[in-house]
């Protein structure tokens, strides 16, 4: 006789089917275009492919990139610890609307996020002349960038943190303060230990998508080559032209980066200790 199968157990042919079904959804969406991309770059060899790298504006574009992202991530560090703080730890009239604001931008087309940039600091905003008439250049410029990154990726360490913060409670930070120590010293003693898994995980999540934002900063940029060019622009542009091997050398930059940030956040999270059990 077979054996009886449990209720919730899956017969061998729907678990091999469903499988196949992943694998085929993957290889399709996720790793037939990245070998294509690597490919393309490689079309007509490494050399053509470095050359396209080292060129002055893909070097320009790649630099601006990581300038945002030096500026973005530690920004949306502070914002997210203290925002994570307020939320989990605190009750405070408003906070179902915080929680809403830093919803927000998930739900906020990226290009709808860099128009409002630009009609609050562009020439004809509401701030425009009075920037004019100040030499201060927002829109068109690193400043506009980085704010409309900011926008698109303030969620990201926030998100991670108010459940963490949530879940472990306030009894340690209470014991900490009966004791008598500070609130700074409660923070980097008791709160940053717990939370530091987290916290890498959101950073690394913001890092990724502050470079490889698009929508907002093609807005907001003004596709200013060698100036206000991030990669994913410069990507583009150098399409646009028929540069292809160019633009898919620069594409498999980001792919790069991109596959190092999968591998950080999976060693994370084999690194990340089980979280104890009947902790609140």
């Known amino acids: 006789m077979s054996r009886l199968r449990h209720p919730t157990e899956d017969s061998p042919w729907a678990k091999a089917l469903i499988l196949a079904m992943v694998a085929a959804f993957l290889a399709s969406v996720l790793v037939l275009p990245m070998v ?40 949306n560090i502070v914002f997210g610890v203290c925002a994570s703080w307020a939320i989990a730890k605190f009750e405070f009239p408003g906070k179902p609307f915080l929680i809403t604001l830093i919803d927000l931008p998930f739900s906020v087309s990226p290009v709808v996020a860099g128009l409002i940039y630009v009609l609050v600091f562009g020439a004809q905003g509401w701030f425009g002349p009075w920037l004019i008439d ?71 999540l913001c890092n990724a998508r502050a470079m490889g934002e698009f929508g907002a900063v093609s807005v907001v940029s003004g596709h200013i080559r060698g100036l206000t060019n991030t990669m994913p622009l410069h990507v583009e542009i150098l399409y646009n032209e028929y540069d292809f091997v160019g633009a898919f050398a620069v594409a498999a930059l980001l792919c790069f980066l991109a596959v190092v940030t999968l591998v950080l956040k999976t060693l994370l999270e084999i690194a990340q200790p089980p979280s104890r059990p009947g902790r609140h």
């Open 36 to 75: 294509s991309v690597f490919f393309e770059a490689l079309r007509k060899g490494l050399p053509a492919a470095l050359e396209a790298i080292g060129n002055e504006d893909a070097r320009a574009s790649i630099r601006l990139t990581l300038i945002t992202a030096a500026i973005t991530v530690p920004f």
């Open 134 to 204: 100040h030499d201060i250049k927002i829109i068109f410029a690193v400043p506009g960038i980085v704010l409309a990154t900011i926008f698109v990726t303030f969620p990201f360490v926030a998100r991670e943190l108010i459940p963490l913060m949530q879940e472990q409670g306030v009894d340690e930070e209470e014991a900490a303060v009966s004791m008598g120590a500070s609130g700074l010293r409660t923070f980097w003693s008791v709160t940053a230990p717990n939370i530091r898994w987290g916290l890498l995980y959101g950073v690394l």
